[in-house]
Each structure stands twice: as C-alpha cells, then as structure tokens.
C-alpha cells in the first residue's frame, strides 16, 4: 500500500477542520476502515471516493458520531470528539436517503436543528425563510415532503443541514439517487452554496467524475485504506498506484520490467519511459498511461514510439475509441477526438499497421 | 393512444356472463352475516315482549336499559376496563416493540418469539392460569384484576402491530434528528413516535374493540360487582332473554361502527394514507 502525504496546506495557527488520527474501525475480525489518517482543511470541498464497500461511508459516520471507531481519534477544530454522540458535534449530515420527517412540513424540517438549539422563535423564521430562499424552496414551505420530487428532497435535506451553520458539512452520495441531468446540475449548485458560505464539506461518492469535478482535495479508498490523498489533478495524473491509475477514469496497465530508462514487455519491445527514480533495476512493474494520452498520427518529436495492429474501432459520437494489440496479448485503448482531421473516412479498421506515440513524461511505471 | 374496445375482442364463451354463482353466494355470504344481528336491531324496537312477532315501534327497551342501573354499570365498568387496557398496554406494547427490533441478539430473537405465545395459548388457559395467580397472590378479583389480565393478554397484539412497522423505519431519520441536535429521547418523541402514529392508532382500535366485549378473560378475572357487560349479559340470559338485551346489543353495535368509523377517519386528519392502510397495520 502506498500513501501520499494526506496533510491539507493549513492556514498558520489554525487547526484542520477535521483530523483523522489512525483511525480504525473493526467488525470481528474485518476491517472497515484500518488506519485511517486525513487532515481536512477549514472551507475545504473533501471528498471521500471509492467504490462500495471500500469504508467511505463508515469514515463519514464515525465523523458525524453514528459510528464508534474501534480505535484512533477524531478531532473537530482541534477538539477531540471521539466519545461524543452526534448531537453533541458541530457537524451536520446529508443522508443518502435524505431521511426527511415525513409528518412535519418543509419549514418545520428545516427549523428542527434551530429549535433543538434553543434559538429564539423570530430568528429561527427568519433563518429558516433565508435558507429556503437559498435553494429556492420558498413556495413549498407549507409543504409535506412526501409530495416533493427527488431534486426538491435533496434541497430540503441540504437546508435543513446548512440553516445550522456546522463547521463542517457531512454529506453521503447525496446525489446518487438523482437522474444525470439533475444531478449535475445540483452539482454545479452544491459548489456555489460551499463557495458562497465557505462551510467545510465532507463528500462521499463512488463517481469519480464527481469528485474529480467538485473537490478541493480528495481521498481515494480502497478497502478500508487509504490509496492517495490529494487534489483532483494529483490523483487523475499522478496516481499513487495502480489501484487509483484504474479506479480514477480509464488507464492502459502494462505488465513489464523496468531496465535503464525503459519498459520491457514480457512479449514485445520496450518501451522508453525515461529514467524513474526509485524504481530498482530489473523489477517487475505496471506501465500505466491513459487512452487520451496516447496519439495516433502526427506523432511529435521526442515521443515514444510503437507499432502495433488496430483491433476494434469504438465510435461513440465526440470520441473514437481504438484498441490497438501491441505485443499478443497486451493491448491498450486510445482516445481521439473526433475533429475534422479524423472523420469517419479517414479512421482507420480493424487489421491496419499504425505506429502509436506518447510523451514520456505522461506515463506512469507503477511496483 | 387506442385501447381495443371489448366488442373488438372475440368473444369467449362463458367469460362474459353474469356470474349469477358468485352473486347468489355474496348474497347469501352477507344473509348470513347480518341477519342475526338485523333481528337483534329490529326487535329492540319492538314494542312487545316477544321475540317471534313484532307489533310497533317503540323505544321501551332502550328505556328500560337506561333505568336499569346493574346494566348501566357494567357497561361503565367495560368502557372502564377497555380504555385502561389500551393504554396500558399501548405503552407496554409500543416500548417492547422497539426493545425487539432494536436488540438484535439472540435474547432478542427468543424475546420476540415468547411474545408471540400469548397469541396462540387458548383464552380459556390464559383465564383460567390469571385467576388462580390472583388468587395464590391473594389479590381479591376486581375491575383492577381484569384490567391486569386483559392487559397482559393484549401486549403481544400491540407488539405484532407495531414490530413489523418499526423495522420498515428508515434508520437515517432517528439518526437525522441525533444529528440535528436532538437527544435519543427527543429523537423518539419527536421523530420515532410520530412516525408510528397510524400503526399506534390502529392497535388502541383493536385493543379497544378486542376487550371491550371479551367474555372470557373477563369471567374469570371478574368481582361479584359491578360484572364486565358481557359477563353480565351472559348471567342475565340464564333467566331467560330480556328484550333489553336486544337495545345494550344495538347499542353496542353503534359503538363499534362509531369506533370503526373514527379509525378511518383519524388519520385523513393527519393527512395520510386512508384508513384501511391503516386497520391493516401497514
């Protein structure tokens, strides 16, 4: 297992957000989640992204108090939290499933954490009616939730959590039950609203488009631990591993051995990849680079060159996916964007000799 | 859109008759049913002792039940009896309900199954074995005995009811108001509870209905006096039946239809589902 630095760059004199300290969480003798260390930056859009199963949604509980972790701490702005129960943390939840009050109205949901606080009646409404404005709900107040849609749901969960004020914002796939259409839409609007009241948002998802497209910063899990900490950027183009390289979009998996500046392929040529550091001579490793990395014709000067056959040609509108055999049984996908230069005519099929190239410098050798 | 018409089917033979079989057995289904309890209604307004001929209206028995103070009593005593043991064994019922669902163990799983004893063990045994315990305890039989008795026999009833209705709750929304600030308390009161109102409402129903009229729990756990109604009734008929009991019955049916009629209306108020959800305790 492989973990970056997962330190967020903190203003001086300010403690994270949220700190995870080594935290464990076990059932019998399966781990949930196992050593899980974050910091998690004031205003930070953190999101937690894995596939299911992979402990995101338990490191979110422990975080909101719904869970024990069976060891490790959790701090909130530098205070231990670890023993609280929920209704004692400055955090609150988007539940998956939105778990709305059913038998209270819209403006009543809402008003339910205020009131809880003991916070005077005049200014619950006005809050209240400021956030309803906020995800334009206004007109449905009266309203029970049981005669709202998916999106308005989704609003009303969101305003009831914010209208709060927490520190930090929990929020686990609130998107995941919306159609596409909406959900990025929503996702547009969630950004607005964090970046408006520059509340921390903890956010869970297996999409990684999402995360890629909303975070600050963001963890990727796999289960139980953590594989690599850092900005979309970070993960997308400089995976940890392999585990994130495949996990984060689509990449190409080489199999070889690393010797002086290349990789050999098991049955085929080698392919230079320029000198590495910390790879030792003659050990085995994954060659990992994306589909849209790899160009097709007009190679460049100073790429890497092969040869290799066109299997399948793929056209899905914009995109043209070739899968082209390298060596027999290595074969990696490429990308082309359907512009002027490669229309229909001009692709090429099934059997045609092409020579492939990349930039050194945007593929990865991975242990 | 065009939906083919009946006439453009081909008709098969036989499927399009009137089901005159299933119509003359409806008919007789419900003669059977209601005609008893139509004679009981038609001749308590009878202005003649006979229960074989009806001469004129008349409200006589009626009149004669409300002077009867035995009979007023024991109608008292019932109503008395009823309502004790709704909310008894409401908040007994609804609090092992939630203990069942919540405690997942194996104590939990064999709790959840002696509960479900009481509902199958003859009425009879469960009267019989709650008044030699009243009894061995030297506890003098009463109005409390039978509140006593009838509660513990309507716990599991309330506990079926609400079980199944407490494990279908989302456990996000308790967790939701943990999470809005709200003790595990103000959770239940204010989220957990009002969640499980129809079911609730559903059992006090039947808990009302259920032991309002049940005789035999109520025979053995009873005092001398006052006597629960329908044991008093049962006594009285020994000597021979009075047209009175004709009106307490008619009045007793009106009650029910009342109470039936309530359940179906109550939860419109709340602005919910209709009411047959809700007798079927979904």
């Known amino acids: 297992m492989t973990t970056t630095a997962a330190n967020a760059t903190n203003a001086p004199g300010r403690p994270p957000a949220v700190r995870l300290d080594t935290v464990c969480k076990s059932y019998g003798s399966s781990y949930a989640v196992q050593d899980l260390s974050l910091d998690i930056a004031p205003g930070e859009f953190f999101s937690l992204l894995g596939p299911s199963g992979c402990g995101k949604t338990t490191s979110l509980r422990m975080i909101g108090g719904f869970t024990d972790p069976t060891e490790g701490t959790i701090l909130l702005d530098g205070a231990d939290v670890t023993a609280l129960p929920p209704n004692k943390r400055d955090v609150n939840t988007v539940f998956q499933s939105y778990a709305l009050f059913d038998h209270l109205s819209v403006r009543d949901n809402v008003a339910f954490g205020l009131k809880r606080k003991g916070v005077a009646r005049t200014e619950i409404r006005e809050r209240v009616a400021t956030m309803l404005e906020r995800v334009q709900l206004a007109e449905l107040a009266e309203r029970r939730p049981t005669t709202l849609s998916g999106g308005q749901r989704q609003r009303v969960a969101l305003a009831r959590a914010l209208v709060n004020r927490p520190q930090v914002l929990l929020l686990d796939e609130p998107l995941a039950a919306l159609d596409l259409k909406l959900r990025r839409q929503m996702q547009v609007e969630l950004k607005q609203i964090q970046r408006e009241i520059g509340i921390t948002f903890v956010f869970v998802t297996h999409d990684q488009d999402e995360a890629l497209t909303m975070s600050d910063r963001t963890a990727v899990l796999s289960e139980g631990h953590l594989q690599q900490c850092g900005t979309p950027e970070d993960v997308y183009e400089r995976p940890a591993n392999s585990f994130v390289a495949s996990f984060m979009g689509t990449s190409n998996l080489v199999p070889g051995t690393y010797r002086s500046g290349g990789v050999v392929m098991d049955q085929g040529p080698e392919l230079p990849v320029g000198p590495r550091e910390g790879i030792a001579e003659d050990s085995r490793v994954s060659l990992a680079i994306r589909p849209e990395k790899i160009w097709l014709s007009d190679l460049a000067p100073g790429m890497a060159r092969v040869n290799g056959v066109v299997r399948e040609t793929v056209y899905s509108g914009p995109t043209t996916t070739y899968l082209i055999e390298l060596a027999p049984g290595v074969t990696v996908s490429v990308l082309e964007q359907n512009t002027d230069r490669s229309r229909m005519e001009d692709r090429w099929s099934g059997g045609e000799h092409v020579e492939v190239g990349w930039f050194p410098e945007h593929c990865l050798v991975l242990e | ?282």
């Open chain 2, 1 to 282: 859109m065009t939906t083919p018409s009946a006439a453009a089917r081909p008709a098969r033979r036989g499927t399009d008759r009137k089901p005159r079989f299933a119509l003359a057995m409806t008919v007789a289904f419900f003669a059977v049913l209601y005609l008893p309890i139509g004679v009981v209604v038609l001749y308590s307004f009878n202005s003649q002792k006979s229960l074989t001929v009806f001469k004129d209206f008349s409200l006589r028995w009626y009149r004669d039940f409300f002077h009867d103070q035995l009979l007023i009593d024991s109608l008292g005593m019932s109503l008395q009896v009823a309502l004790v043991a709704m909310a008894g064994s409401l908040v007994l019922g609804v609090t092992l309900a939630l203990g069942l669902v919540r405690c997942r163990n194996r104590l939990g799983s064999l709790a959840g199954l002696i509960m479900l004893v009481p509902l199958v063990t003859p009425e009879i045994v469960t009267g019989v074995a709650s008044m030699l315990l009243f009894k061995g305890m030297q506890i003098p039989l009463s109005t409390g005995t039978v509140m006593l008795a009838e509660i513990t026999f309507s716990i599991s009833y309330v506990t079926v009811i609400l079980r199944s209705r407490i494990a279908a709750l989302n456990p996000e929304v308790e967790e939701a108001a943990m999470d809005l600030g709200a003790t595990r308390w103000q959770a239940l009161r204010l989220v957990t509870l009002p969640a499980l109102l129809p079911s609730i409402l559903a059992s006090a129903v039947l808990i009302f209905a259920l032991v309002f009229d049940d005789f035999v729990l109520a025979y053995f756990t009873t005092g001398v006096d006052p006597q629960p109604l329908p044991v008093r009734i049962y006594s009285a008929i020994r000597f021979g039946v009075q047209p009175t009991i004709n009106a307490v019955g008619t009045l007793m049916l009106v009650g029910s239809i009342a109470l039936i009629a309530l359940a179906l209306f109550i939860p419109r108020l709340f602005g919910r589902r209709g009411g047959l959800d809700l007798l079927s305790g979904k």
